[in-house]
């Protein structure tokens, strides 16, 4: 097994920026979820995708979106970046049917 | 709408002393329930989980969680701790038919020699 891995470990970006974070999940990972983790806080979900298809969502705004790709990978996009969205972003990929979520090191956003 | 507590935000702990991580959930439904932890800088990993079956259930590090369906808890145990179980630790919950986590908002452990 590879594990997850996500990239880049760590961005600065500033306030109305776009950014794009990477997700590439293990062979026969088909589904993969996003989380948000704020300093101090739990994680909280942003949404999930199965087979390349988004099949549920957390309370965040249109400007998060994703993409699934046939060879595991995913991406997380964030368009028109507000400070509060500095966080650390988790990706979590698992087997259907099986509850052993893996989830990557996360990428560490900063907004400023 | 599911969410949890954990009832401790900070928990120090002498080394091979015995600790207690409280988590309580409120979901309208049947759930499942996980406890994951997080050490610095990395991501989370599963430390056990309760699905059905027995309500206690046990991690290969000695960790144990029991699920209490009328007080809605699942608190996790370890009998004697280590400095390597510094950590942060997330309970966390989904109902069988919505794969998303729910998380608390953590308890850290620290552990003194």
């Known amino acids: 097994e590879t594990g997850v891995t996500q990239s880049p470990t760590h961005l600065i970006k500033t306030r109305g920026q776009q950014v794009t974070l990477r997700c590439s999940s293990q062979s026969g990972h088909n589904t993969v979820s996003w989380y948000q983790q704020a300093l101090g806080q739990g994680p909280q979900f942003i949404f999930q995708y199965y087979r390349e298809e988004e099949n549920g969502r957390g309370n965040f705004p249109p400007r998060f979106s994703g993409l699934q790709f046939p060879n595991y990978s995913s991406e997380l996009n964030v368009n028109a970046l507000e400070l509060d969205d500095s966080a650390l972003y988790l990706c979590?990929?698992?087997?259907?049917?099986?509850?052993?979520?893996?989830f990557g090191s996360g990428t560490r956003l900063t907004v400023v | 709408a599911q969410s949890v507590t954990q009832l401790d935000s900070q928990v120090p702990v002498f080394e091979e002393a015995p600790v207690e991580l409280r988590c309580n959930y409120s979901s309208s439904v049947s759930v499942y329930l996980f406890w994951y932890v997080q050490y610095p800088n990395q991501g989370l990993q599963l430390l056990l989980k309760y699905l059905s079956g027995s309500t206690l259930v046990e991690s290969i590090n000695g960790f144990e969680a029991e699920f209490n369906k009328s007080q809605t808890s699942f608190h996790l145990r370890k009998p004697s701790v280590h400095i390597s179980d510094t950590a942060e630790y997330f309970c966390?919950?989904?109902?069988?038919?919505?794969?998303?986590?729910?998380f608390g908002a953590g308890t850290t452990v620290t552990v003194r020699a």
């Open positions: 979590a990929s698992r087997l259907t049917g099986n509850y052993g979520y893996t």
């Open positions: 966390a919950v989904s109902d069988p038919y919505d794969y998303k986590l729910s």
